[in-house]
């Protein structure tokens, strides 16, 4: 289902009647860029909340403008499922209020890449929805209240402002000869409608905004009896005022009627993250391929401003999305790391047809129309409903391996639960995921050097110079074109380059990997236990282990799936 | 004509043939965006070439993503005119090169407003032309050259390199168990294919990254007579690696033919530029509606990125566009002014129709192909082709204020004169326009002081302040919430306020406008006069000028015609 502003009411009727009945939902966005310097910056050494930074940077200076939900209901035979995929086009509203209201920028190949997969830019920019998390829209509320309470009295202030000018005919300010003329005619005509009972309401001509204000200024200088309120109508044919003469109980009607107006405005403006709230309190587990970008833009977007604290960051998923699951991650650790050399979304998806998973009958559902559905990579809702078919074949696989009797797919299963709160990093060297649920991977780094050049030698010769040593693997440090590091191959070597290798030489200084960054690492980490001592339970959400001991065997895996 | 990637050559042949009929050339231009904090600093009595730091940041954030162009012919009558209208759709080719590759900033009531007025956004990114400066084509082309000139070489580096390798099969590197069988595989396949004659071609099989790296360093190792060249294919099936047997005649007819490819590819990204390239060698005059927004972009994305220094803008402009006349500071000054209350385009083309204007007689091209022409505002060549219109209703209008006897619409009309160069510049109090051809204006600014509160004053209690010295005009400094320039009514009493009101007080402190903001302008302009007395031809390029005096006359319009 293609979701935009004029459709968005009922597309959340039809998800409100099936969450509860989900197993889990899958995830996808499709974004306006994905890389800038601050990926240039990525250090493959670097510290989970160090990359966070980065990737938050880039994260606010692009837009997610399509999200793809796909619900996947498990059908009564508890073998198959009926999947509801909705493709939402999200925009802005304005350059008035929001996280995006500084405006955004595009990635060209990003932005080629959409294009040439038929992406559909007028339609986002045109009918996208608008969104405005809880924070903003509480803000605008106050301000609206605060601004009906004083509406009247504002306007008071205006008659009384009136009569303090001093420049003829009770103007603020002097004007022109050439306006002379114009503002004897208004004052006629202002005049003769105050003293015509029979006309309540009075249409100016259509004008300039420098007209508008003389026309505004007279409005309140000859109306004596404060019963008066003019409004700017702005139509295609040309802006113009409109004054109504108003009684008490028109006064209260009036004030009513614009702050009614004024919220359902508001309303609207809350757009996408309805859904995104929908999907918070039904608390069901959520998947994505590969889904960094697309939960860090949800959060910025539709939940609340990026923090700068990565453990803040944390907590603010564990609390909308406590149960997430990357299939990317999935797909490149033990127990099937094996099958997918390429963990691209459709080499998985097409990977996952064949043994040893089995194919798992999903059908569209037939309550929503599915025939604008887009059968296509990089249409958010497609992606997404790829995504979860590809979970729901690894589940099933994962099933065959334990002796659980909970029946087919089944989500607490002892495999699948390691992977919870965990999403694939890129470009990490040694710790292949963030790690939401609990603490971050912590690698030993003993093997690891950084050998810094005075004078330039090919890589052959670096990665020869330890051939003593069991031999290394020399990687340059990213934003700094004289330094490398040294990955022994051999890390029980670690001690002895160490001890006879480390030190500074004509060509080259050579250090063990800076203890530094590590220090660093450790003051964040007691930021974070202090911060949780403070908070309201006092400790991580944990997660539901059925068996420790499996568990743990499995997470084994996890901690060593990625290799270099 | 909507121009695209596809039919840009025919709109070249067809701009060819008719630029040099053309009387004048009229100009559009479509943004991402033009307001950015930058903007919010904008000071109505900051100089121009503070303006320009100003305005620059903000073109090379934003991108002109659609250019109008409108050729008017004039007829054999000479009172008539032939309109060509084209919309070129540009985009960057990839982030790669050009000024634009690390992406661009859209605003998001920009996009808004372009969307709600139908513009394309699929076309202008799926079809849209490329563009590389003449200064990048240049840089580009020396890389393909000295690639090219190095190619065996670095074909034979290859060759060698593969000698020293050390592991198993000739290899750079360690490979895991799992690969054993692969690289034995592909041992294989390329022994037989180099073993067998009658192969001159072998396809591998589409697969990752790093087999292809493996299958290039097997190939360059086995292959002992250096007359093998590889080469990867990118395919929607996948990617994969062909190999090709040369002899000697077949490598250079190989080399020929990549550095043919490369060119063209070359010759295919230079675009929009060429179009821009006709316009400046025809030195035909430039036409825009309020352009300085446009003239920064045709800079920055076709001709050099935009220089630091203000005078080295002006110059690059003056060189490009010797002749530019804007259609909005005609609207908004003698002699005409007075007609133009609403000196919008769309409110220009309106009242242009009636008197004391004639209606000029201008018909569409026969010659290309009208039917797709958007009429209607905000497409480039609309909006293009309506402002050529304006200003040549204005022009006959000027030809009846003199008796020149050149013809109708003469472009040396001595009325017209005096507005080449000039550009509309806005949210400036006396310094109406931005003058490419010569000497900014330097207003006296006698009669403006600046008050800093310490405690804050209402408006009126400001203006009244200075009630004993003609009265005066408050006006809030930008990005500085306590300080209000004081603008003297009366610019007679400029010296009595000086010597009487100014200083400290308790609640605020009075100056005169700083004389350190003069200080800084004059200091640039010595260093224009320097860089006029080193430049080539040591002087400003000077405009024709027919009649001295009655140009001064008019002149004197220009000066005096902006109004607080």
């Given at each position: 289902m293609e979701v935009i502003s004029s459709n968005l009411n009922e597309a959340i009727d039809i998800l409100k009647s099936i969450i509860n009945k989900a197993a889990f939902v899958a995830l996808d966005g499709e974004f306006?860029?994905?890389?800038?310097d601050e990926s240039r910056a990525f250090d493959m050494f670097e510290s989970p909340a160090q990359r966070y930074q980065k990737i938050s940077k880039i994260v606010q200076n692009f837009l997610m403008i399509q999200c793809g939900l796909c619900v996947f209901v498990p059908n009564e035979d508890k073998k198959s499922f009926t999947a509801f995929p909705f493709s939402f086009y999200i925009f802005p509203q304005d350059d008035n209020s929001g996280p995006n209201k500084n405006g955004f920028s595009c990635q060209i190949s990003s932005i080629k890449f959409l294009s040439q997969h038929k992406f559909n830019f007028n339609k986002v920019f045109n009918d996208g929805m608008p969104y405005l998390n809880s924070i903003v829209e509480a803000e605008c509320r106050m301000k609206i209240e605060e601004k009906m309470k004083s509406m009247w009295e504002k306007e008071d202030e205006k008659y009384n402002r009136a009569k303090e000018n001093k420049y003829p005919y009770q103007l603020s300010f002097k004007i022109a000869d050439s306006d002379q003329q114009f503002v004897k005619d208004m004052i006629q005509l202002i005049d003769e409608w105050l003293s015509d009972n029979s006309k309540k309401i009075l249409q100016f001509p259509s004008c300039s905004g420098y007209h508008r204000k003389i026309i505004y200024e007279l409005l309140y200088a000859r109306c004596t009896d404060k019963n008066m309120l003019p409004e700017t109508v702005r139509e295609e044919s040309g802006i113009y005022i409109l004054a109504k003469k108003l009684d008490e109980k028109e006064k209260a009607q009036a004030a009513e009627e614009k702050f009614k107006t004024q919220l359902s405005k508001l309303d609207d403006a809350v757009g996408f993250c309805k859904v995104i709230d929908i999907l918070r309190k039904a608390n069901v587990p959520v998947v994505g391929h590969n889904m960094l970008h697309d939960i860090l833009h949800l959060v910025h977007q539709f939940i609340a401003p990026l923090p700068n604290d990565y453990y803040e960051f944390k907590e603010i998923v564990n609390t909308a999305f406590p149960n997430l699951y990357d299939t990317k991650l999935m797909a490149t650790t033990e127990p099937i790391k094996t099958y997918f050399a390429d963990s691209s979304l459709a080499a998985a998806e097409k990977r996952s047809q064949k043994e040893p998973f089995q194919n798992v009958s999903i059908e569209f559902c037939k309550e929503i129309d599915c025939k604008d559905f887009h059968e296509h990579y990089h249409d958010a809702g497609y992606d997404a409903y790829i995504c979860g078919t590809v979970f729901a074949r690894m589940l099933y696989y994962y099933d065959t391996l334990t002796e659980d009797e909970n029946g087919c797919c089944n989500l607490q299963s002892e495999v699948l639960q390691p992977f919870n709160g965990k999403i694939k990093m890129h470009r990490m060297l040694d710790i292949p995921y963030l790690n939401l649920s609990g603490d971050d991977v912590r690698p030993s780094r003993e093997h690891v050097f950084v050998m810094r050049f005075k004078e330039p030698w090919p890589l052959s010769k670096i990665a020869d110079y330890f051939s003593a040593f069991g031999g290394a693997k020399p990687m340059p440090v990213p934003m700094d074109e004289t330094s490398f590091y040294i990955i022994l191959l051999n890390e029980k070597e670690s001690v002895n380059v160490s001890n006879k290798l480390v030190g500074e030489f004509q060509d080259f200084t050579l250090q063990k990997f800076e203890s530094d960054r590590l220090e660093k690492t450790s003051s964040a980490a007691k930021r974070k236990a202090d911060s949780i001592v403070n908070s309201p339970t006092g400790q991580i959400p944990a997660k539901k282990e059925k068996s420790e001991s499996t568990v743990q065997r499995f997470s084994q895996n996890l901690q060593n799936g990625e290799t270099i």
């Open positions: 306006t860029g994905i890389n800038s």
